[in-house]
């Protein structure tokens, strides 16, 4: 499976190198070559060959041909430590806020609700969460046009654990007790997913969307870490010596 996977990537590459001669031999062609049939076509500038665009499948799976092995085992390291850290995530209680990871997530919650703020007061509220999960899409989009699939594959696992995060309090508004920023708790203070919840009739759901948050997140992070492992095996067959 994965000398086809190569193979196709390589096919890939081969007629993105021919489209790119024919459009060279095209905006070449000298005014004395004959104007007529498939000639005339080639030899035209405005009926260059388009480049063919790279399938989604390869696009997420193209790895540099090129890899430094210390980088390479710098990524296993860090494929390591997010299945380690985010397994941890997934066994804990749904009243355990994950302290270390609210932490990487709270300066994007906060952001969020001032980013959202002319938005009217709903969308205020929720852009905390919003926050929080939109910069590690915003990472993990980056990363994966600059050609870094591995890193944006980390950013999306990195987003599933922000979404993980967000279940906790979500669950919490049904019965809050777990400490605020403000301070308190959401039975005497302000709590997001109760305003939210309430506002939309969902505040005797709220385990059941929780519930629905942390499994979303799950399969997002066990996705993502899919990936990230397709990705090492692939960059290993092209590991440099040095």
Not at 94 to 118: K, N, R, W
Not at 171 to 184: E, K, T
Request: charged share 20%.
């Amino acid at each position: 499976m994965a000398l086809t996977g190569l193979g196709e990537r390589r096919g890939w590459r081969e007629r993105k190198a021919c489209a790119k001669y024919y459009r060279l031999e095209a905006s070449s062609g000298s005014a004395s070559r004959p104007r007529d049939g498939i000639l005339a076509a080639m030899t035209n500038p405005r009926t260059e060959l388009a480049e063919p665009r790279m399938p989604l499948r390869e696009r997420l799976l193209e790895v540099p041909w090129d890899v430094p092995r210390s980088t390479w085992y710098g990524r296993l390291a860090l494929f390591a430590l997010m299945a380690i850290w985010g397994t941890g995530v997934v066994l804990s209680r749904m009243t355990d806020p994950p302290m270390l990871l609210h932490l990487t997530v709270i300066l994007f919650h906060e952001a969020g609700h001032v980013i959202f703020s002319p938005l009217g007061e709903a969308l205020r509220v929720a852009g905390g969460t919003l926050g929080q999960l939109l910069m590690p899409l915003i990472c993990a989009v980056a990363l994966h046009r600059r050609g870094d699939n591995f890193g944006a594959a980390i950013g999306v696992a990195w987003m599933s654990l922000s979404l993980i995060d967000a279940s906790v309090y979500a669950w919490d508004a049904a019965d809050p007790v777990l400490p605020l920023i403000g301070g308190g708790t959401g039975a005497d203070s302000f709590h997001d997913f109760i305003f939210l919840f309430d506002r939309y009739g969902q505040l005797g759901r709220a385990r059941g969307w929780a519930l629905a948050m942390k499994t979303l997140g799950v399969l997002g992070l066990y996705g993502s870490l899919a990936w990230a492992a397709a990705l090492l095996y692939l960059q290993k067959e092209h590991l440099a010596d040095r």
